[in-house]
């Protein structure tokens, strides 16, 4: 480097305005903010959230590192004491996300993924749209298990194949070629997104809806609750996405013999060779791992009884304990390769730490937002709320907290969002917890641009998608979301969790 050549920065204009305005709205937010309306403690977690809310929002630091930052202030200027804002760095549903991290890097490790999702669709059939709802159903049921970022990047390749199999052979052309190649790929970003909305384990803002639920209400949501809640909400998204799809959005119209040949699949399927003994240890951690979580209280009552402990069927088996130990139970089982398992501390490089410290970040503050009185000031300001129905508020928050989170991180947003549908509930004289479920499914609901989450990303880079097609199909599925969301919320949640 000669003398008058400067390094370059590694700060964007984004993250430099981050650097300066974060500090700035932690002072404002502190300094304005008069002691007779709010109090010390409170007025220290605002202005750490404000922040900490910047930092995400223009990733002026790692989102993770940023995410440390209330393990520091909030003790630091005694908003609250470290004892209670360290602690929600390891909460239970931390273990339980991370331990669902590791089983899907099992199953990425030894491709069980890609089988499964060729396997799908070759059973579906040829047809332009049986295609479709094979990529979907496949997409779909890897996304309840595997994060949706790790889905979409699994499923792009499979979908990329299709393409090129359908323009080399002249299947399709002009409008047709170009309906199928986007509808093809938008299947795949949409029903990653919305098969993680099924489980707690797949979707950030679920497990951060679990862990607040835990920590502040002193309620437990486990696995097979949500699934039961949730598992119809995403059913009902997944018909409306093949439908929409295939019938409006993306419709091929041609006869049954100018269909695409699947040859390609079977080809991928012989290059992986057959189901091994690798894919067959995996199947079991995971199977076994599942069994777990849908009849939780069945075996904790069977352990209770077996060491003559008087136990509740929920109070000592969490779903962190089930995930961990499916976990484990990979380090344990020998492969194929000499003197490997089928999974070794190597393979955890690929783990993402990241997201497991980012959602600690979320926690915490919501701690914060509980033991510092800042819930119930919100709650308060929001009282003004009473005078809607009760389906009127969920229609709101549902509206936007799905607008914010096409522009930011939907794990951001519901770090943010869910804590404040604490104090929301409590003011109006509500049970939080369905403002909460609209929260986080919203939060995890995004159509419309390719910032918007990970699969919308992927899908793009292809380079078939323009940012116009994406955003009138997402626009259009956004609003279906807010439909079901809001429904099921309102009629469906209190059956399901017996509120």
């Given amino acids: 480097m000669s003398e008058n050549e400067l390094p370059q920065s590694r700060y964007t204009k984004r993250n430099l305005i981050g650097l300066i305005l974060g500090p700035s709205l932690f002072l ?21 959230t404000m922040l900490v809310a910047t930092f995400w929002v223009t990733e002026a630091i790692p989102l993770a590192a940023a995410s440390l930052v209330p393990l520091v202030l909030i003790p630091a200027f005694r908003g609250a004491e ?20 590791v089983i899907a890097l099992a199953i990425e490790k030894w491709n069980l993924h890609r089988r499964i999702a060729l396997s799908v669709i070759q059973m579906i059939g040829s047809q332009s749209h049986r295609i479709t709802l094979g990529i979907i159903i496949s997409t779909a049921m890897i996304s309840m298990f595997v994060s949706n970022a790790a889905t979409a990047l699994m499923m792009l390749p499979v979908a990329i194949a299709l393409i090129t199999e359908v323009k080399e052979k002249e299947i399709f052309t002009g409008k047709n070629l170009d309906n199928f190649s ?15 909305l099924a489980t707690l384990v797949a979707a950030v803002p679920n497990a951060v809806l679990a862990g607040i639920v835990n920590n502040q209400l002193d309620r437990t949501i486990t696995f097979l609750d949500w699934l039961i809640f949730a598992g119809p909400v995403a059913l009902v998204m997944l018909i409306v996405l093949y439908f929409y799809l295939t019938r409006l959005q993306f419709k091929v119209n041609v006869s049954p013999d100018e269909q695409p040949s699947l040859d390609f699949i079977q080809e991928d399927k012989k290059a992986l060779g057959p189901f091994n003994r690798n894919e067959g240890m995996v199947t079991i951690a995971f199977c076994i791992t599942v069994f777990f979580w849908v009849f939780k209280g069945a075996i904790d009552w069977l352990f209770a009884s077996f060491m003559g402990i008087q136990l509740g069927l929920e109070e000592n088996l969490h779903d962190g304990t089930i995930a961990v130990f499916g976990a484990l139970l990979l380090f344990f089982l020998p492969s194929t390769e000499k003197g490997e398992r089928i999974l070794e501390w190597e393979d955890m490089k690929r ?4 997201v497991l410290i ?36 969920i229609l709101l928050l549902v509206t936007i907290v799905l607008g914010i989170t096409e522009i930011l991180s939907n794990t951001a947003v519901a770090n943010l969002v869910i804590p404040l549908t604490v104090g929301m509930g409590i003011a109006i004289g509500i049970d939080p917890l369905p403002l909460m479920a609209a929260a986080a ?37 956004n609003l279906f979301s ?8 309102y009629f469906w949640m209190p059956i399901a969790f017996n509120l």
């Fill in 351 to 354: 783990l993402p730490w990241g």
């Fill in 358 to 393: 980012l959602f600690g970040g979320g926690l915490a503050l919501a701690e914060g937002f509980s033991s510092s009185g800042l819930n119930d000031w919100i709650g308060e300001t929001l009282q003004l709320l009473e005078q809607f129905s009760f389906i009127i508020i």
């Fill in 441 to 477: 499914l919203s939060a995890g609901s995004c159509y419309m641009l390719p910032v918007a989450t990970p699969p919308n990303a992927a899908v793009f880079s292809a380079g078939v998608l323009h940012i116009g097609d994406m955003a009138r199909a997402g626009v259009w599925l």
């Fill in 182 to 196: 986007k509808g093809i790929l938008l299947s795949v970003a949409y029903a990653a997104t919305i098969g993680g």
């Fill in 28 to 48: 404002l937010a502190y300094f304005l903010i008069p002691e007779s309306e709010l109090s010390h403690e409170p007025r220290v977690v605002l202005a750490t």
């Fill in 482 to 489: 807010i439909i079901v969301i809001t429904l099921a919320v």
């Fill in 82 to 101: 470290i004892e209670t804002i360290a602690p929600a760095y390891s909460d239970p549903t931390i273990f339980m996300y991370g331990g669902g991290f």
